[in-house]
Nanobody, 125 residues
């Protein structure tokens, strides 16, 4: 599967942004998807994960309550809704997929085999 993240841009602190992760192929519902980000000079950070069917989500502590992950398997798209954005949310955001039929999340990212190219989010103060 090939993934493409989009929707990044410049937003003021306190604002919202929705990222999309669109996949190629006809079996997108077989892939669980995670979102990560990486700021300059910092390690990759796990943001959250959604199961293949979308009935289960998990979030990292830094974004819990502010970010929401959802998916539309008909449109082959996973979304990351980001609210109450802070300057420290500035980073390149990536979506990644587990191998087919693997539903669990991995906060380190090593178990995700497919990665999108990333989209830059900049939050100004």
């Amino acid at each position: 599967v090939q993934l493409q993240a989009s929707g990044g841009g410049l937003v003021k602190a306190g604002g919202s942004l929705r990222l999309s992760c669109t996949a190629s192929g006809r079996t997108f519902s077989s892939y669980a998807v995670g979102w990560f980000r990486q700021a300059p000079g910092k390690e990759r950070e796990f943001l959250g994960h959604i199961s293949m069917s979308g009935d289960s989500t998990y979030y990292g502590d830094s974004v819990k309550g502010r970010f929401t992950i959802s998916r539309d398997n008909v449109k082959n798209t996973v979304y990351l809704q980001m609210n109450s954005l802070k300057p420290e949310d500035t980073a390149v955001y990536y979506c990644a997929a587990r191998p087919p039929y693997y539903n669990d999340y991995d906060t380190l990212g090593y178990e995700y085999d497919y990665w999108g190219q990333g989209t830059l989010v900049t939050v100004s103060s």
